[in-house]
């Protein structure tokens, strides 16, 4: 498959996804440019105009998505210092204050936490842990009902 087709596959299921911020509508028709050439889109029902980023998180951010989205993993995961990160970046031509990617953390970490949140899925019973794995150990029978021993065998088992 073609790049191009690529890119143009995404940008139309981004303006799918796309809702906008005054009207919740998600129809939108192009509108020209704006003045850093992004798309700009207007909505169909109320009019207003917007771009991919009008809609996202990242709007009003002066970096890209990306530098953003990278600083706050970085330090989400790997617990590096504001300072590592801005001599990370600077190595990478980008050059930040660190009080910006304090703002980036304080603004994304909840972000973050919530699409994790979605992401989790409850385990099957097959692998909850088991004896002998991590994880909070499994209640020992305490009775023959229960498929125990009974207290007299086991001297030192309490029942309740
Ligand atoms: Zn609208």
């Not at 890209?64 to 600077?90: G, H, K, M, Q, T």
């Not at 603004?107 to 936490?113: E, N």
């Not at 949140?117 to 909070?136: C, D, E, K, M, T």
Request: charged share 25%.
């Amino acid at each position: 498959m073609l790049m191009s087709s690529i890119l143009r596959r995404d940008t139309f299921e981004m303006r799918n996804r796309m809702q906008c911020g005054q009207c919740g509508n998600e129809q939108f028709t192009k509108a020209g440019r704006d003045r850093q050439a992004r798309q700009l889109y207007r909505c169909r029902a109320c009019g207003r105009r917007l771009t991919a980023r009008s809609a996202s998180a990242f709007r009003g951010y002066r970096f890209p998505d990306e530098i953003v989205a990278l600083a706050v993993r970085w330090y989400l995961r790997f617990r590096l210092s504001y300072a590592d990160l801005v001599e990370l970046l600077a190595e990478r031509g980008v050059h930040v204050d660190p009080s910006t990617i304090f703002d980036w953390v304080q603004h994304f970490t909840p972000l973050y936490q919530d699409a994790a949140r979605l992401q989790r899925r409850r385990r099957p019973a097959s692998l909850l842990p088991l004896a002998g794995r991590a994880g909070p150990r499994p209640r020992r029978p305490c009775c023959p009902a229960q498929g125990g021993r009974a207290a007299g065998a086991l001297g030192t088992q309490r029942l309740v």
